[in-house]
């Protein structure tokens, strides 16, 4: 993925240009959830790639850790319309998950799944080509729980309720299926530039 380098004191008009329509700039790291934060045992939690029901290839906290590491540094927008520039992440890029895992993506869509029973739909084309990780750092120190640590998925290029909190897995779906809010009014995509936040946007 490519990490943007760290920059100055950005002027009024810079910063506008980096906030997507309906968004205002945060200092701090807004927490939101639907529930209270699920109990993770790293010694047996694990990270499964599925396609349907049918497990692809599973990963221990361990094994996970020694795939291969990506850093990205950037700008998040939630779709509550906040959005805190300059964020550091690190973990494993989906491509490098595949790689591993020796498979090709087998569907175009799929759901991201977490711990909570939550889960997110996205298109494999967004988490392809360096777009996508599962993060395991954020600004060099492990992922608090109440941001979705040990593990969220990432995806910056979208409002942050894509990027699923305590990550349990991703399932490969044959269709678009929708996930917790697309199911109750958000948008399928969530394309913070295009202010895709309910479905009627």
């Not at 047996?44 to 850790?65: C, H, I, M, N």
Request: hydrophobic share 35%.
């Amino acid at each position: 993925m490519a990490t943007r380098g760290f920059v100055g004191r950005r002027s009024p008009e810079e910063t506008q240009k980096r906030l997507p329509p309906g968004q205002h700039r945060v200092e701090d790291f807004p927490i939101l959830q639907i529930g209270p934060n699920p109990t993770i045992d790293l010694a047996t939690w694990r990270f499964t790639l599925r396609e349907g029901a049918k497990p692809l290839k599973s990963w221990s906290w361990d094994e996970f850790q020694a795939l291969p590491r990506t850093a990205w540094q950037g700008d998040i927008h939630c779709v509550t319309k906040w959005s805190k520039f300059d964020t550091g992440w690190e973990g494993v890029s989906f491509d490098d998950l595949l790689a591993d895992a020796r498979i090709a993506a087998p569907t175009d869509f799929l759901l991201a799944e977490g711990y909570d029973d939550y889960s997110t739909n996205v298109p494999v084309a967004d988490l392809a080509g360096g777009r996508a990780m599962i993060a395991t750092h954020y600004e060099g120190a492990p992922i608090e729980p109440d941001h979705g640590g040990p593990a969220r998925l990432f995806v910056p290029h979208l409002y942050l309720w894509k990027s699923a909190k305590w990550l349990k897995g991703l399932r490969f779906t044959k269709k678009d299926e929708a996930g917790f809010w697309e199911m109750r009014g958000y948008h399928m995509y969530g394309d913070p530039w295009r202010e895709q936040r309910y479905t009627s946007d």
